[in-house]
T-cell receptor
Framework: EDQVTQSPEALRLQEGESSSLNCSYTVSGLRGLFWYRQDPGKGPEFLFT???AGEEKEKERLKATLTKKESFLHITAPKPEDSATYLCTLPGSARQLTFGSGTQLTVLP | NAGVTQTPKFQVLKTGQSMTLQCAQDMNHEYMSWYRQDPGMGLRLIHYSVGAGITDQGEVPNGYNVSRSTTEDFPLRLLSAAPSQTSVYFC??????????FGSGTRLTVV
C-alpha cells in the first residue's frame, strides 16, 4: 500500500526566511510524485511532477527534489502570497492519488 | 475556459436525501476521480475512472455511486445522505501522464 507522510504539519516563516517541506513515501513502484498547492476554499493546484531520484524542478521561489524515499519542497525567500497548504501525492497504477496530510505554510510580512 | 467544472458549489441536504454532484471536464482527459477532504484527514479517494464505461472503488466508496457514460462527465451520487458525508468534494481529471487538474469543489452539509 502506497503511503505518504508530510512534515511539518504547519510552518510559520518570516518573509524572506527560506525553508524546506518534507514528503516521505513508500511505494511498490514509483510512477511519479506530485506536489500541489491548495489555497483555502479552492481545489489543489498542480505544481510539479518528479519521476526519478535526483530529479529537480523549479518554479519561481519553489524547487522540488526527489530521492528514493523522500521529496523536498524548498522555498527560497518566501513572500506572504506563498502562504498555502502544500500537498504531496503519489499516483497509483490506475492513476488514483494517495495524498499526504499536507503542510500548512504561513509566511508573515 | 478549459478545466474541471463542479456543480453545485454549496449544498445542504437532510439525512436520507439523495443527490448528484456533477463533474465535467473539457480537456479530453481519460482519467477522472472523486475525493473528499475532511479536516485532519486530508484528501481521500472515493471512486475513480480510467475511461468511459470503466469505474472502480477508492478508499472510501461506501454510500456513493458513480458512472462514466462519456469521457467528459463523471457524476457522483449520494444514495441516502448521512451526516458523516458532510465534507468538501473534489473532482479531478488527467491524461495518462502528468498531474491532475482539480475542480473548485462542492461543499456539502448533511443535517
Amino acid at each position: 500500500e502506497d503511503q505518504v507522510t508530510q512534515s511539518p504539519e504547519a510552518l510559520r516563516l518570516q518573509e524572506g526566511e527560506s525553508s524546506s517541506l518534507n514528503c516521505s513515501y513508500t511505494v511498490s513502484g514509483l510512477r511519479g510524485l506530485f506536489w500541489y498547492r491548495q489555497d483555502p476554499g479552492k481545489g489543489p493546484e498542480f505544481l510539479f511532477t518528479l519521476y526519478s531520484a535526483g530529479e529537480e524542478k523549479e518554479k519561481e521561489r519553489l524547487k522540488a527534489t526527489l530521492t528514493k524515499k523522500e521529496s523536498f519542497l524548498h522555498i527560497t525567500a518566501p513572500k506572504p502570497e506563498d502562504s498555502a497548504t502544500y500537498l504531496c501525492t503519489l499516483p497509483g497504477s490506475a492513476r488514483q492519488l494517495t495524498f499526504g496530510s499536507g503542510t500548512q505554510l504561513t509566511v508573515l510580512p | 475556459n478549459a478545466g474541471v467544472t463542479q456543480t453545485p458549489k454549496f449544498q445542504v441536504l437532510k439525512t436520507g436525501q439523495s443527490m448528484t454532484l456533477q463533474c465535467a471536464q473539457d480537456m479530453n482527459h481519460e482519467y477522472m476521480s472523486w475525493y473528499r477532504q475532511d479536516p485532519g484527514m486530508g484528501l481521500r479517494l472515493i471512486h475513480y475512472s480510467v475511461g468511459a464505461g470503466i469505474t472502480d472503488q477508492g478508499e472510501v466508496p461506501n454510500g456513493y455511486n458513480v458512472s462514466r457514460s462519456t469521457t467528459e462527465d463523471f457524476p457522483l451520487r449520494l444514495l441516502s445522505a448521512a451526516p458523516s458525508q458532510t465534507s468538501v468534494y473534489f473532482c479531478a481529471s488527467s491524461y495518462r501522464v502528468g498531474g491532475y487538474t482539480f475542480g473548485s469543489g462542492t461543499r456539502l452539509t448533511v443535517v
